[in-house]
């Protein structure tokens, strides 16, 4: 894709509630009650050598949402403030509709452009909660999904724009620093062609070092099926083990493009790659690249056609200590992209950027992020997006423990109410130096047993 440069209640009490249904579910199911069928797991495991640190496959019932605490809907014409249409001038209005997006009860998950009565177009575009996909330093980063592509050609398929893609972290919350920031395409298509483009997108708009808008692409026939008739599986690995450093892309284990750093100056492939980035799914209708095809859609074009994602999976290789994680220090780190937790809920945020926080935190409770590389020069500073609605008198410490939760901390800081459960501030607070690649885990201690804190994200600073 291209893109352009209150208060709420505790949920202790709701977690009981749950747990309690689960159980009397278990009770119904040992009754005779049957359930509803979900599709066994399809995505391979990942080679010797590489560690799986993402999967979805998209097993659920009919006619059901994807899972929240994998992924956010991107809904309307464009982000909060961002430019127009996306900023690639496609025509739809993007939905968190299941008649847009939805799981089909065999473990794929479809995302269908609809046309209403009058005209106007409806799809889905979903992006992962995470942010921090990237490959640990000296190791790689495969992103990978097993894909049908709207199964229709010719005419029929004018306008359409399947896409399977990152976008630097940077770029969520601003909506304005691209292509500075990064962009990787695993794979997109336009007006049902049997080909299949990969490019990544950097630098400056227009031209500058990645020849913007177009970037630097490249692109293949689907082997064997069509792109359109059958699925093909879609990687891209980054690997940060090689000198100079590449992105290769692949269909169906062939790689057919491959962007090296000395592609570009330095200053250039540092600000697209140095941080995460996130995953992105989506079909757009119309705009900038279907218009270099033939335009569209028109009064020709079918609505109805889903693009057909069996499963997406990210893994790492090499790299140090500390997999799963491979995370950037210095980066935004999610709250919710945890590899391990204690006493810990998820739920929608009212935040800047959306997405979900970390809720219903207590003394005792604890988080774990593995992997966490904080280089040679000393991080000396930590902070965190925070929310209480704690009762007057409340209060409690948010920890940073390294590599085990009953190690001293490095640093903590102290939070009571900041209005609400949703009212948001960013505290800072100065930990011991902390080089080299580390598992952090945040714990949360307060002299009594009520919630007192929510997380949104955090980072470290030099």
Excluded at 46 to 65: M, Q, Y
Excluded at 171 to 179: D, I, K, Q
Excluded at 288 to 310: I, K, L, N, S, Y
Excluded at 405 to 432: C, E, K, L, M, Y
């Amino acid at each position: 894709m291209r893109e352009p440069s209150g208060t709420s209640p505790r949920r202790r009490p709701l977690r009981r509630a749950l747990a309690a249904a689960v159980g009397a579910l278990g009770l119904a199911l040992a009754a005779g009650t049957v359930a509803a069928p979900t599709a066994a797991a399809s995505a391979p495991t990942p080679p010797s050598g590489w560690t799986r640190v993402f999967l979805d496959d998209f097993d659920g019932p009919a006619g059901s949402g994807v899972n929240t605490a994998n992924w956010q809907y991107a809904t309307g014409t464009s982000y909060p403030g961002g430019a127009a249409n996306w900023g690639t001038g496609e025509v739809e209005t993007m939905t968190s509709s299941t008649n847009n997006v939805a799981l089909d009860g065999n473990g794929n998950l479809r995302i269908t452009p609809r046309r209403d009565a009058s005209g106007n177009w409806t799809s889905g575009r979903i992006e992962t909660n995470r942010t921090d996909f990237q490959p640990p330093a000296g190791g790689k980063l495969s992103v990978e999904a097993r894909i049908q592509m709207p199964n229709v050609t010719g005419a029929a398929a004018k306008g359409y724009w399947p896409a399977f893609w990152m976008l630097g972290s940077p770029f969520r919350g601003n909506y304005w620093n691209w292509p500075g920031v990064g962009e990787l395409d695993i794979m997109e298509n336009v007006q049902g062609l049997n080909t299949v483009w990969a490019t990544m997108h950097c630098g400056t708009n227009p031209d500058g070092p990645c020849n913007e808008t177009t970037g630097i692409g490249g692109s293949t026939s689907c082997p064997g099926s069509t792109c359109q008739s059958g699925f093909h599986t879609y990687r891209m690995e980054w690997d940060r083990s090689t000198s100079p450093e590449q992105i290769r892309f692949s269909v169906d284990g062939v790689t057919y493009h491959t962007v090296r750093a000395d592609q570009m100056d330095a200053a250039t492939w540092s600000n697209a790659t140095n941080h995460g980035f996130f995953i992105i799914l989506n079909v757009a209708m119309g705009g900038g690249f279907p218009g270099a095809f033939g335009g569209g859609p028109d009064g020709g074009t079918e609505p109805g056609h889903p693009m057909v994602v069996d499963y997406v999976q990210a893994a790492t290789a090499g790299g140090g200590t500390g997999q799963p994680g491979n995370r950037d220090a210095y980066g935004t780190i999610q709250a919710e992209s945890y590899d391990a937790q204690s006493g810990v809920m998820t739920e929608a945020t009212s935040d800047s950027g959306g997405g979900q926080n970390l809720g219903a935190l207590a003394n005792g409770d604890w988080v774990l992020y593995k992997g966490v590389n904080f280089g040679s020069n000393a991080a000396r500073q930590f902070s965190a997006r925070v929310a209480s609605g704690a009762a007057s008198g409340v209060s409690g410490l948010v920890e940073v423990r390294l590599d085990s939760r009953t190690s001293a901390p490095v640093g903590s800081f102290a939070v009571g109410s900041t209005g609400g459960w949703q009212s948001w501030r960013t505290i800072p607070a100065n930990i011991s130096a902390v080089t080299g690649t580390h598992d952090v885990y945040l714990t949360f201690t307060s002299g009594q047993p009520a919630d007192f804190v929510n997380v949104n994200w955090f980072t470290f600073g030099h």
